[in-house]
């Protein structure tokens, strides 16, 4: 159903907004809520060469506003679209104006932008005029229908909205130049009336693409508006075409206007005052020549701004006792549920969290490791053990601890390109997959049987030794279980060939542990095993296992908290953290040798399949 040309927007009104802007939106949304708006008000957005949706909220429920990479396509996909609000800059509104006017559907454009050149907006104008369209702006919040339809952030917040009434339709039709004036002239219209029914700011810019005669013209024209509010400014002679215009009667409706900018005469002359267009340079463009002549004509002008709101319930008052105005009854609006960011910016809520994290912050003023910020931690040199004794466990440990850990990492890093890392990296590398992905099929070989067995390590032999289990006690009992000890034994290292990865952390925990108990019960345990084969002698899982038991035990720290880490299996990061640089330099040197997809030979496989019948 089609609107009269006097109504610019009603609550079936549509909009395309240019831009992104979610924010304005969403306020045009929150208002539609309010007002009770079968529909929401924003068709889409712009975005250009972009496509896709936006969630927002429609009260408490969330709903999707489409983005589309053009006009046409938005327009041609939503033909109750009849609003453009143009956000774009003052370098590009003008093109993308001039775009949305030729397309029929579209009744009303609004340019936010301010600044742009005079020529251009006179163009704007001219053509909106031969294609019957109509412009509100450049440089303006825009306009809005009480109860209906506002243009993006036109009144402020929602609780500006509903204390200026502006949630259901008044009697009255408010005009001016200035979008701040505006909103605070639908406040005094709230105070002093039963509300206002439809606001426009045409903008400030010295040439916009509509008058504030053209709009009060349309006030009058619309039988519900029954009174007329006007703000006019120095600089120009707009003012001086209503004055025509009530003269000759084209206006009828009682008018109350302030034209503002009386104190110009007490600064330098030419003085821009606060609009592009608000200067006098002639006499007949001062305020003061304007009020008296629209008070001569019969506009209700009060003697100064401070007495508008009078002026505006005189004249409503009026109006009521005449019967001109039954004053609209009152509405309460639904609730607007406050977005959460906000209401934690106030201070208004609390809830509980999902995560709790003890070891980092990042929501400080500064990123802190544990407590120590990150300034200290560069600035004091940490070293990476210490750096990593900060997130593991919390504290900084002291040189030899940290030191213990740093060489666990570089004897960890790599073990050659066959171990089962090193070589899912190689082949997922070849098979042409990024880094992440490459480096996640090795950690994934990680487990009891390569590395993992750090952690298993330390937890069999600290059970065994908190028991009181004697070596052969120990190695008795996993017998009898039938499992096989974590930690002890190497495919091809031995008591004649031993492991210099084992003999070099045992050599420093000699030097730098306050004491090596678990090392020294394994050690005894070794010399059992590898009694009987002389490959089964206490490895490098095993050997940092252990050693991590006795760092804990010469840090001082509590069994319930030496307890904890080894339960949870945390003494694998050290190979795993270790082993990942490995796997990142066996990726970047599969990638610079560019090596082909990997197929591993036929005749390295033993096919043995059953004889068909």
Known sequence: MSRPDYLLFDRNTRALVYGLQTKAVQR???????????????????????????????????IFIPIYPDIKTALQENADIDVFINFASFRSA???TLESMTFDQIRTVVVIAEGIPERQARHLRAVSQQRGKVIIGPATVGGITAGAFKVANTGGTIESIIESKLHRPGSVGFVSKSGGMSNEAYNIVALNTDGLYEGVAIGGDAYAGSTLLEHLLRFEANPAIKMLVCLGEVGGEEEWSIVEAVKSKKITKP??????GTSIKHMPKGIQFGHAGAKADAARETAEAKNAALREVGVVVPESFDDYDKAIKTTYDKLVKKGVIKPAADVKPPV??????????????????????????????????????ISKIIGENYTLGETIGL???????????????????????????AVSGAHNTIVTARAGRDLMSSVAAGLLTIGP?????????????KDAVDQGQTPQQFISVMKKKNIKI???????????????????????????????????????????????????????????????????????????????????????????????????????DQNRQKAALYRHPWDDILYDLPVAD
Not at 44 to 52: E, T
């Open 28 to 62: 045009m949304l929150d208002f539609d809520y309010c007002c009770r708006r079968d529909t929401p008000s924003v068709g889409g957005m712009i975005d250009a060469g972009k496509s896709g949706s936006e969630k927002m909220f429609w009260g408490k429920k969330e």
């Open 255 to 260: 008018l109350v206007m302030w034209v503002t």
């Open 336 to 373: 607007i549920p406050m977005d959460y960011a906000e209401a934690v910016a106030r201070n208004l809520v609390r809830k509980p969290t999902n995560f709790t994290c003890t070891i980092s912050d990042d929501s400080k003023d500064e990123l802190l490791y544990a407590g120590h910020k």
């Open 486 to 588: 974590q930690g002890i034994g190497h495919r091809i290292k031995s008591l004649k060939n031993p492991d210099m990865r084992v003999e070099l952390l045992k050599e420093y925990a000699r030097k730098n542990f306050p004491k090596t108990r678990l090392l020294d019960y394994a050690l005894e345990v070794e010399k059992l095993t590898s009694a009987k084969k002389d490959t089964l002698i206490l490895n490098v899982d095993g050997a940092i296992g252990v050693l991590s038991v006795d760092m804990m035990q010469g840090l001082g720290w509590d069994e319930a908290r030496i307890q904890s880490v080894v339960d949870s299996g945390g003494l694998n990061g050290l190979f795993l953290l270790g082993r990942t640089i490995g796997m990142i330099g066996h990726y970047m």
């Open 391 to 417: 997130l593991w466990f919390k504290e900084r440990l002291p040189l030899w601890a940290a030191e213990f850990m740093e060489i666990v990492l570089k004897l960890c890093a790599d073990h050659g390109p």
């Open 449 to 461: 049987r390569f590395g993992g067995a750090v952690a298993g390590a330390a937890l069999m032999f």
């Open 94 to 96: 003008y093109d993308t």
